[in-house]
Nanobody, 121 residues
Framework: QVQLVESGGGLVQAGGSLGLSCTASGSVFRVDVMGWYRQAPGKQRELVATITSGGSTDYADNVKGRFTISRDNSMNTIYLQMNSLKPEDTGVYFC???????????????WGQGTQVTVSS
């Protein structure tokens, strides 16, 4: 069993900042790419940012320059620092991770339960 546990989120005014964290635990041998997705009410889930185990990052265009994803490989944890938040950043933020449970190239995708971020105007 692998669990992704998210923390952080909450309610903030537009222009404010919030931080999220996500830790992979359980039967984890190796964690490859980790990332954050979000889903706004009535909309499809969308990519926010990803980070490889080597630290390479990728961001959605609408968060570039405002959000920063980082990672602590020793803790199998990723962070998302969100600055200059806008009402359109509101949604449920989900952590995802590609996890190998044994040595070898194969991984499984796991998702966290989601954490709510609400940005008021």
């Amino acid at each position: 069993q692998v669990q992704l546990v998210e923390s952080g989120g909450g309610l903030v005014q537009a222009g404010g900042s919030l931080g999220l964290s996500c830790t992979a635990s359980g039967s984890v041998f190796r964690v490859d790419v980790m990332g954050w997705y979000r889903q706004a009410p009535g909309k499809q889930r969308e990519l926010v940012a990803t980070i490889t185990s080597g630290g390479s990052t990728d961001y959605a265009d609408n968060v570039k320059g405002r959000f920063t994803i980082s990672r602590d490989n020793s803790m199998n944890t990723i962070y998302l620092q969100m600055n200059s938040l806008k009402p359109e950043d509101t949604g449920v933020y989900f952590c995802t991770a590609e996890v190998a449970i044994v040595a070898g190239p194969f991984t499984f995708d796991y998702w966290g339960q989601g954490t709510q971020v609400t940005v008021s105007s």
